[in-house]
């Protein structure tokens, strides 16, 4: 806990807006800044939810404690219909109470004893469970990193990939595809590529697909449609991006049974066995509602409301290129990354866009120090406050 740096990101964003609010108590304040969906959850999944809750008042109906890896049918749709250009199998499937709770039960897994690499910029939680779990060193003040994880640089000299002809060996690869911050979603080969690097140097990747519902071009929507990535790879994904279930909370991981530790035991039985210990399965209410996404229908209205999200994200890619700023992110991902010119710290930055604006952002630093220079937006927004989001940043830069 000593080793942590500062507050956790998202918590001192909230904290540093709320300080904002009581200094301006009359503001209307604009929040892009965690990454939270604000769109209703279309009424035939919260119907789905409410059917389930009341049944439960039933003798029929009633459920007590469900299968700790999730409700069979829920694991076999979210295969079925999930991934359905790649073999994944119902039963290698773990549903769970969202993406975050899973990478820590992966570092729980795993353990302190290894090595670890990230994406840098990338998602903070794959570093402070890290640190949490006891598998990095101190903190260097003077370059802003943790002794033994090794940080990938990804920004626009390298198309926001890391360069693997000189990252060392490390045991565990996090990758997130589309990538929070930068936005960028991996090509197939920048996938074959660490695929193949993954595999020679006999090191797990840990992909995060919690953007792929973003995707509009043909990158690949999860690592599984790389071949040899079932031997290599496990894949942590949610509900929340793509249904709005970040209040709600339910996500998935995939573990392959192809993938085995170096003397060949299954790395599933493992995590079957983490799962059973640290928790109890995600609630049976929720798990209904997710079966709903998974329906024609429920799909469908989800669709629509990412539409509408990625036309914010245009929106904002619109405004800011207009004002001369280079953007990033927003094509493949809810997130617009924004390089800003001159020398100024991204936390000076964010705090100048606050203050002259009352909008809510996230500095790039508080991903890695790859990130600085950068601003994230999210475009989780409703319109109206895009648009009145966009208007004001056309003040505060021309
Ligand atoms: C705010 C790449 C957001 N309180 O909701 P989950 O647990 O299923 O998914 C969490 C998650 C997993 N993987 C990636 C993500 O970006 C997220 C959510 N990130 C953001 O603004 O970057 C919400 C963060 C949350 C937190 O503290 O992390």
Redesign the pocket.
């Known amino acids: 806990m000593e080793k942590l740096r500062d507050g956790?990101l998202?918590q001192e964003i909230r904290r540093r807006e709320e300080e904002h609010r009581k200094k301006y108590p009359t503001a209307n304040v604009i929040t892009l800044g965690?990454?939270?969906t604000t769109q209703p959850i279309p009424q035939i999944i919260t119907s789905s939810m409410v059917q389930k809750a009341c049944a439960l008042s039933t003798d029929e109906g009633y459920s007590g404690y469900g299968p700790e890896q999730g409700e069979k049918a829920l694991r076999q749709a979210i295969a079925d219909k999930l991934y359905t250009h790649v073999e994944v199998k119902g039963d290698e499937v773990f549903v769970s109470d969202?993406?975050?709770?899973d990478i820590s039960r992966l570092q729980l897994l795993m353990g302190s004893n290894l090595t670890i690499a990230v994406q840098d910029p990338s998602?903070p939680?794959y570093i402070d469970t890290g640190v949490l779990i006891g598998q990095t060193g101190e903190f260097h003040e003077k370059t802003r990193k943790y002794k033994n994880i090794e940080y990938m640089k990804c920004g626009p000299e390298n198309d926001f990939f890391p360069d693997l002809s000189i990252t060392p060996r490390t045991d565990i690869i996090f990758l997130?595809s589309p990538n929070?911050p930068t936005g960028h979603a991996a090509t197939r080969k920048q996938l074959q590529q660490l695929v193949e690097f993954a595999t020679k140097n006999g090191s797990i990747i840990i992909y995060?697909s919690?953007y792929t519902a973003y995707i509009s071009d043909d990158s690949p929507r999860t690592i599984f449609e790389i071949p040899g990535a079932k031997e290599v790879a496990i894949e942590v994904s949610?509900f929340?991006k793509f249904a709005g279930f970040?209040g709600v909370r339910l996500?998935w991981t995939v573990i392959p049974k192809e993938l085995k530790y170096a003397n060949g035991f299954p790395i599933i039985n493992d995590y079957n066995r983490i799962v059973c210990t640290c928790f109890n399965g995600a609630s049976n209410i929720v798990q209904a509602g997710g079966l709903t996404c998974l329906s024609q229908e429920g799909y469908m209205a989800l669709c629509s409301v990412i539409d509408n999200y990625r036309e914010n994200a245009k929106i904002l890619i619109d405004t800011l290129t207009s004002l001369g700023l280079k953007v990033y992110g927003g094509k493949n991902a809810p997130y617009v990354w924004v390089k800003f010119p001159g020398s100024s710290s991204s936390w000076d930055v964010f705090t100048e866009i606050l203050e002259k604006t009352h909008i809510v952002t996230v500095p790039g630093a508080g991903f890695g120090p790859g990130g600085e220079g950068f601003i994230r937006i999210s475009a989780f927004g409703n319109r109206e406050v895009i648009l009145e989001a966009s208007k004001r940043l056309k003040t505060l830069f021309k």
């Open positions: 956790y998202f965690v990454g939270d969202g993406a975050q709770c998602f939680a997130c929070n995060d919690a949610t929340s970040t996500g």
